[in-house]
């Protein structure tokens, strides 16, 4: 707790003095400062979370009888347009600061070391499932592949345009896996076939489906929803 009162104090020190300093909210010639304001606030914001992010702390997990039934799934288009990927064809593709680059296919993903979690899923839209997913964990994966794991983010690129990224410490946490799997079964179009990221330590739209390609880089990559001002840390 103490730890935690510790860090904040300082992200405030740290953050909030510099960027108010001559920020004159109500000056008429400039009507979209407090929208500024407000992106400033998030992007300290991010800084304050990722500060008081602990990488040990885990999300809860429930057990097997505690599944959502019906399961529940989310997109940002029509969800009758759901893409279909053939599997036999699909391959991840990596990018940015990773020292083997050659792309994975699903075989190649399956016979990685898997892991299982029965976790929440929290959609800004108001409604939570809790689901059962495995697949690799992301910090294998990044460390098998030699990523630079000092880069800031990881980016993920989705086959419908679908987009997001996260911290390395998020992306390094125990819980992140890139999911293959759900409910047991290889995952369906809706659910992100072939490979989608479950980070239970994060809201649902920071749980990229159908992922084309990995990058890790240093330059922000924002997300879809993101980049329209929901919140990028968006996470405990
Ligand atoms: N490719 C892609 N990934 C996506 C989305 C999307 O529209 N396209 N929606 C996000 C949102 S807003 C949520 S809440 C979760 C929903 O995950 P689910 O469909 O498994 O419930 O997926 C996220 N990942
Ligand atoms: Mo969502």
Redesign the pocket.
């Known amino acids: 707790m103490t730890k935690r009162r510790d860090l904040l104090m300082r992200a405030m020190a740290l953050g909030l003095a510099t960027p108010l300093a001559g920020c004159d909210l109500e000056d008429p010639d400039h009507p979209d400062l407090a929208d500024k304001f407000l992106h400033m606030m998030s992007a300290w914001n991010d800084r304050v979370q990722a500060a008081l992010f602990d990488p040990h702390t885990l999300a809860p997990t429930f057990r097997p009888d505690q599944i959502t039934q019906p ?7 029509d969800i009758s347009q759901v893409l279909v990927i053939d599997p036999a064809t699909y391959k991840l593709e990596l990018g940015g600061q990773i020292a083997d680059k050659t792309p994975w296919t699903l075989t190649q993903l399956n016979a990685l070391p898997q892991q299982g979690q029965i976790t929440r ?1 929290v ?3 108001g409604w939570r ?1 809790i ?1 059962q997913w495995a697949g690799v964990p992301l910090a294998y994966f990044l460390r098998r592949v030699g990523a630079d794991l000092t880069c800031r983010y990881v980016a993920f690129r ?3 345009g ?1 987009y ?1 990224s996260i911290d390395m410490a998020s992306a390094l946490h125990p819980q992140t896996i890139l999911a293959l799997q ?1 409910l047991g079964q290889p995952l369906t179009p ?3 076939a072939p490979v ?1 990221l479950r980070i239970p330590t994060k ?9 084309m390609q990995l990058a890790v880089t240093n330059i922000y990559p924002g997300g ?2 993101e980049d329209q001002g929901y919140n990028w840390f968006s996470g405990s």
């Open positions: 399961p529940r799934f989310n997109a940002f288009y899923l959609c800004v839209e499932v689901g989705c086959a419908d679908y997001s759900f809706a659910f992100g989608r809201l649902g739209f920071k749980n990229p489906k159908q992922i879809y929803w």
